[in-house]
T-cell receptor, first 113, second 113 residues
Framework: GQQLNQSPQSMFIQEGEDVSMNCTSSSIFNTWLWYKQDPGEGPVLLIALYKAGELTSNGRLTAQFGITRKDSFLNISASIPSDVGIYFCAGQAPRGSQGNLIFGKGTKLSVKP | DGGITQSPKYLFRKEGQNVTLSCEQNLNHDAMYWYRQDPGQGLRLIYYSQIVNDFQKGDIAEGYSVSREKKESFPLTVTSAQKNPTAFYLC????????????FGDGTRLSIL
């Protein structure tokens, strides 16, 4: 089946640094979603993208829907300790089962104070 | 507050035993989903339901069963046929139609005694 490649798998950064992560697919998607998961909890939706080229911000977070529709990027500016967690991308393919998402394996973010 | 409630938070299963995980939502969402999460893995879809009294198998349905008798509820039974049930189980829901983001509960951690 379809797979999403999410990178990097993990990141160790200093507080205040900017963070970038991305997801790529071999086929096109018509929706990209970014979630954050804290330990022992469910993922929380951060940003939803619905149009190729779309750039959307949510506070210090910015995500983009790639022009080719095969990739998406998430940037976090000026990281703080509470940014720690696992970030997942998820995509919905044009011909997938209605509403079903395909998830990346996550990027684990660690922030050193 | 509107949301998705999963219970219990922790569950232990004895060999040969069936256990049922509860998922209730008051978001008036039509679609509901069950995922399994293992360390270092993305979310894998077990079952989903687009409407009451209807549900479909996901990618890893073997050893699991569901029902959707009410719009608000989508319980998951982990049967004795599931030989490796230890995992974190997440329930999600979304509105109907493409592009509707899924919203997650806080998960149930199932372990083998």
């Amino acid at each position: 089946g379809q797979q999403l490649n999410q990178s990097p798998q993990s990141m160790f950064i200093q507080e205040g640094e900017d963070v970038s992560m991305n997801c790529t697919s071999s086929s096109i998607f018509n929706t990209w979603l970014w979630y954050k998961q804290d330990p022992g909890e469910g993922p929380v939706l951060l940003i939803a993208l619905y149009k190729a080229g779309e750039l959307t911000s949510n506070g210090r977070l910015t995500a983009q829907f790639g022009i080719t529709r095969k990739d998406s990027f998430l940037n976090i500016s000026a990281s703080i300790p509470s940014d720690v967690g696992i970030y997942f991308c998820a995509g919905q393919a044009p011909r997938g089962s209605q509403g079903n998402l395909i998830f990346g394996k996550g990027t684990k973010l660690s922030v050193k104070p | 507050d509107g949301g998705i409630t999963q219970s219990p938070k922790y569950l232990f299963r004895k060999e040969g035993q069936n256990v049922t995980l509860s998922c209730e939502q008051n978001l008036n969402h039509d679609a509901m989903y069950w995922y399994r999460q293992d360390p270092g893995q993305g979310l894998r879809l077990i079952y989903y339901s687009q409407i009451v009294n209807d549900f479909q198998k996901g990618d890893i349905a073997e050893g699991y069963s569901v029902s959707r008798e009410k719009k608000e509820s989508f319980p998951l039974t982990v049967t004795s046929a599931q030989k490796n049930p230890t995992a974190f189980y997440l329930c999600a829901s979304s509105g109907q139609g493409r592009g509707r983001p899924q919203h997650f509960g806080d998960g149930t951690r199932l372990s083998i005694l």
